[in-house]
Structures are given as C-alpha cells and as structure tokens.
C-alpha cells in the first residue's frame, strides 16, 4: 500500500462523511501531523477533487469527485443492464426500485427508480446505507461469505434505528433464510418508517454483482406475495442479462408462496 494514496483516499472518505472540515479537523481525525494532511490537501485541491471555501476556510470534496463518479456510472453495466427492468418493477408494484453494489461495509445505490405515482421524491442515486441495515445490503452478504466476514467481523455494528439487527449471529442465521428465499427483508432497520426487500443480482462468475430491491412504507408492509413474485423475476432477468447461469447464486429458491413473507418484524438488537 502506497501511504500518500491512503492517506488522500482517507480525507476524501471524511469528507464525504462530514462534508465540511478545517485543515485542523482533517489531521486530528486522522492522527496526522497539519504539515503532513497540509500537503496531500494542496495536492487535492490541484486536481479539484477538494475545494476550499472562501469564507470559512474548510474544504469540502470538489467537482472531479462528481466527474469521476458519473463516468463509473456511465461504465457500470450492472446499472445498463437494470435500468429498464427497475423501469418496469416500479410500475408493476407501484414502489421505489433502488439498485446497489457494495461499497466496503456500506452499499451505494447506483439506480434509483421513483415511484410513479407522481409524488415529489429525492433523487437517491450515491447515497449510502450501512449493508448490515439494509434489504440490499443483505442480499449481496448473504452470497458473497467473504463480504459477509468483512463486515461482521470487523468493528462493531452500527444501529441505524432500535429496529436495526447488529448481532452478527443473528445476521448470519438471517443469511441462511435468505439463500433459501433469495429475498432479504428490513423493516425500519435504517430508516423509520420505511422497509424494504431486495433480491440479489448475480453475475457470470456467479457471485454476487449487486442487489435490486424495492422501498415501502411500513403502511405498506408486509407486501403483497405478487410484489415479491415482480421482484424475484426481475432479479432473475437482469442476472441472466448479466451473464449468470442460474439464480439465486447457490442453487434455485422456493416459491414466493413458501417464503413466509409475514413474519413478525424484528425485535430490537
């Protein structure tokens, strides 16, 4: 490892997190000399990947992140290959489609697919969400054992909300169900009121590429066993689309009308 690239990798992912912050606030965040953080910040700043502030002084990330970051966008076939399948989802369920791939411990969701009901909605394409919290997140652990070691044995996990399960056994034994199903489930786990299920999306190396997943409100829930039918072929045409030989991953899941889609919501960890 290249110390000055992790070093600049690491000031990029403060920034991304806190947005704003001093020359001061970057070093002690980071256990660096200002000298030290001083240089690779002008080096950044060169490049526009970070911008200062005239008033404040505290930098923030610039403009070639967002360049950077549309052309992965542009290059991702995963997002080519799903966009008129989550197209079609959203207006056979009447949800939100989000597509995700991971993103260290988090996943990023790299399509977005408004409801169309015609309601003013975020654009959510770059936010992130902790895997361990989320139906995508779930979706893509549950096949991928080293992802899934990465993240529950690493530092401990964060509730996002009391409804958010951070026991890792517990999370393991829920990535068992979701091989059978290939449906992972939340509710309100990252955010209140609203929950989700995702369907992993494999490709030809048969791993897990990503995850497709749908957003309700706990109005909503559970959903209806046809949502989840909608889901599971879209999953299943897109990883074709991909080049997977077979989905899920491991072997071929039961009926939506097996999965026991509703089961009591989970207890707080």
Same mark, same amino acid.
């Given at each position: 490892?290249?110390?000055?690239?992790?070093?600049?990798?690491?000031?990029?992912?403060?920034?991304?997190?806190?947005?704003?912050?001093s020359?001061g606030?970057?070093?002690?965040?980071?256990?660096?000399?200002?000298?030290?953080?001083?240089?690779?910040?002008?080096?950044?700043?060169?490049?526009?990947?970070?911008?200062?502030?005239?008033?404040?002084?505290?930098?923030?990330?610039?403009?070639?992140?967002?360049?950077?970051?549309?052309?992965?966008?542009?290059?991702l076939?995963?997002?080519?290959?799903?966009?008129?399948?989550?197209e079609?989802?959203?207006?056979?369920?009447?949800?939100?489609?989000r597509?995700?791939?991971?993103?260290?411990?988090?996943?990023?969701?790299v399509?977005?697919?408004?409801?169309?009901?015609?309601?003013?909605?975020?654009?959510?394409?770059?936010?992130?969400?902790?895997?361990?919290?989320?139906?995508?997140?779930?979706?893509?652990?549950?096949?991928?054992?080293?992802?899934?070691? =990465?993240?529950?044995?690493?530092?401990? %996990?964060?509730g996002? @909300?009391?409804?958010?399960?951070? &026991? /890792?056994?517990? +999370?393991? #034994?829920?990535?068992?169900?979701?091989?059978?199903?290939?449906?992972?489930?939340?509710?309100?786990?990252?955010?209140?009121g609203?929950?989700?299920?995702?369907?992993?999306?494999?490709?030809?190396?048969? =791993?897990?590429?990503?995850?497709?997943? %749908?957003?309700?409100? @706990?109005?909503?829930?559970?959903? &209806? /066993?046809?949502? +989840?039918? #909608?889901l599971?072929?879209?999953?299943?045409?897109?990883?074709?689309?991909?080049?997977?030989?077979?989905?899920?991953?491991?072997?071929?899941?039961?009926?939506v009308?097996?999965?026991?889609?509703?089961?009591?919501?989970?207890?707080?960890a």
């Open positions: 490892m290249i110390q000055s690239v992790d070093r600049a990798l690491r000031i990029l992912a403060l920034l991304q997190g806190d947005h704003r912050l020359l606030e970057i070093a002690q965040r980071l256990g660096l000399p200002a000298s030290t953080v001083h240089g690779i910040v002008r080096t950044l700043l060169a490049h526009r990947m970070v911008v200062q502030e005239h008033d404040s002084g505290q930098y923030r990330l610039g403009p070639a992140v967002l360049t950077m970051g549309n052309v992965y966008l542009d290059t076939e995963l997002r080519s290959r799903v966009t008129p399948w989550a079609d989802l959203a207006r056979r369920t009447g949800l939100a489609v597509t995700a791939v991971m993103l260290i411990d988090d996943v990023v969701v399509h977005h697919e408004p409801r169309p009901d015609g309601s003013r909605q975020m654009p959510e394409v770059g936010i992130v969400i902790p895997a361990h919290a989320c139906a995508l997140g779930k979706a893509i652990l549950a096949f991928d054992d080293e992802l899934a070691d =990465g993240v529950l044995e690493g530092a401990a %996990l964060r996002m @909300t009391g409804q958010t399960v951070t &026991d /890792p056994r517990q +999370l393991r #034994s829920l990535f068992d169900q979701i091989r059978v199903t290939g449906i992972a489930e939340e509710v309100e786990e990252a955010v209140l609203e929950c989700g299920v995702a369907a992993v999306l494999s490709d030809r190396f048969g =791993g897990a590429a990503g995850a497709i997943g %749908l957003v309700a409100s @706990t109005d909503e829930w559970p959903l &209806d /066993p046809a949502v +989840l039918t #909608s599971r072929s879209a999953a299943r045409s897109v990883s074709r689309e991909l080049g997977a030989a077979s989905w899920p991953p491991h072997g071929e899941a039961p009926r009308s097996e999965m026991g889609t509703r089961r009591r919501r989970p207890r707080p």
